[in-house]
């Protein structure tokens, strides 16, 4: 038996097409997921929804379906302004978007990490969580043992609002007046007085991500700049600028450890509390010191 | 006198296919956006590939679900496609793959540039020994996939990236080997399949036992060697009777009709008695 092209040509659409037409009439040609997370196998949490298997193309209220949280919470946490988008559509890729200027990756795995610490459930480590989702695990996740906030405290990306140092430069009264650029954005380095803050903030003003989600400013610069309160400021820092001990912490709300090498943004983060409210406050106790 | 102009079917079936993936993919980019035309079915590039099946089958035994952007069209997709292999060899590379067809494609600018010499610059040696290189692909994807549970290919998947390029979804390794890819079939037909598709690979075992095959009947050859010049996969068809080389694709390009220019001798036949006997000589 002999096959000519003809032959092959009919049999492959035959094949190919009436398979899928097949496969389809007999519901085994989903092309989406069908975003029930696969269960937990072994150990004490069998047979509950695993935290691992979320999906970029999970919305919020897939998340809510199968982890039980609130697409409410998950907006807050991720900083996504429910005014502005529908956090039930809202897909955990699109985090990905939102914070495309982190210095560390903050998308699904960061969500997996998120839900599997809200709910106590294990979860592959290593993912970045943004400053405000640490917060609501720090004031809602029941039973957070002590190594998950420790964990959280070494994996937490510092969101600024506005440019890089605009915030913390508000304050130098003295300041000449920005230079602005050919293409509106503030130069590095130029000083930003209070009459400009508006103008500074409006400038690099979180820009309208997919969904319409605001993209908030990511802090990259770590290195320690004289006087400049950032995420990896220690208490002997502030010290050493001139502010006394005493002050710190009624200032932000919190007790200090003995420990003057600690970090006063992980200090602020574990009394969940806002680095980015401490941080201006912080400064202004810098800026009075000078 | 007008001479009839034969029809290509092979090359409809590869514009039929193109054009679905296409639509579907294109689709799937509009949707994202909110403006999808809703007469056309959508659905992401890894949800229509079968390849997406293969990679899944350990996190499917062993979990019951499937690896990250694999769905159940990629598993159904799969099964469809080793039956029509085991059948016919692999006549999804030949006959379906977009990929495939867009290697053809750019191919045919080189055939112009080269002439006879187009597809027989790599040494006949080095040809074969990077024809292996797929099998090393396809192994490490399995394994990578299996461990990761990640569709760790997607990152270096130049079919992927060709029909993703305009959205964020691409990956830049991805971009980089398809423009390779595209350069390379400049100089040799088909690269990508020959050297290191990984589907390719695993639908080629298929030649070693499908029913329907390439047989050469000796008896009738004119040793023309034209069946070896047309084979896009370097095939030495010329020296085998009963083709059952893992690179054919089953494109049907050597048969008597196509490149065989006497009747009756390169066929794509199921064994008969006369036949068997002959290859058993």
Known sequence: MKLSKTNVFVAVLIIMLGGVVLAYSVGLFSVESKKEAALIKTG????????????????????????????????????IDAAAVDILAYQCKELEDKYAAAPEEIGTSSVRLFVAFMIGRPVELGPFLPETAVRVLMENADGLTADRKQYLLEHTVVIGQSAEGAGVKASQAEAPPPVEEPDGAIPKNTEVSPANVSEAATVEEPSVGQGGA???????????????????????????????????????????PSDNGAKLRDLVIAAGKSFEDAKVILQNLVDKAK | MLTKKK??????????????????????SLAEQGSAVEAVP???????????????????????????????????????????????????????????????????????????????????KADRLLGYLRYLVLVWVVYATAVSAKLVFSTYDPYSALFTFWTSEVQLTAVAILILVILASLFVERPWCKYACPYGALLGLTNLVRPFSIRREPSTCISCGKCDRTCPMNIKVSESTNVRDTRCISCMECTSGSACPVKETVELTAPSPRRSANEAE
């Not at chain 1, 999906?55 to 919470?73: H, T, V, W």
């Not at chain 1, 006087?227 to 932000?252: C, Y």
């Not at chain 2, 029809?7 to 296409?22: K, W």
């Not at chain 2, 999804?92 to 750019?106: A, H, I, L």
């Open chain 2, 7 to 28: 029809i290509n079917l092979r090359l409809i079936s590869q514009i039929l296919f193109f054009i679905i993936i296409a639509a579907i993919t294109v689709n799937h």
């Open chain 2, 42 to 124: 959508s659905a992401s590039i890894h949800a229509v590939c079968p390849f997406g099946g293969v990679v899944s089958i350990y996190r499917f035994v062993t979990q019951g679900s499937f690896v990250q952007k694999v769905h159940e069209a990629s598993f159904s997709l799969m099964v469809i496609v080793f039956f029509s292999a085991v059948l016919f060899g692999p006549v999804f590379c030949g006959w379906v793959c977009p990929f495939g067809s867009f290697q053809e494609w750019v191919g045919k600018l080189g055939r112009r540039f080269f002439g006879r010499r187009y597809n027989s610059l790599v040494p006949r």
């Open chain 1, 214 to 256: 605001s993209s908030p400013t990511v802090e990259h610069t770590q290195e320690k700049a004289v006087g400049e309160v950032k995420g990896n400021t220690t208490i002997f820092d502030l010290m050493s600028w001139g502010v006394r001990r005493e002050d710190i912490g009624p200032a932000i709300g919190v007790e200090l």
């Open chain 1, 44 to 79: 004490e949490f069998a047979g509950q929804a695993d935290p691992n298997d979320i999906r970029g193309s999970y919305s919020f209220a897939d998340i809510e379906k199968n982890f039980g949280i609130s697409p409410a919470l998950l907006a807050k946490a991720f900083g």
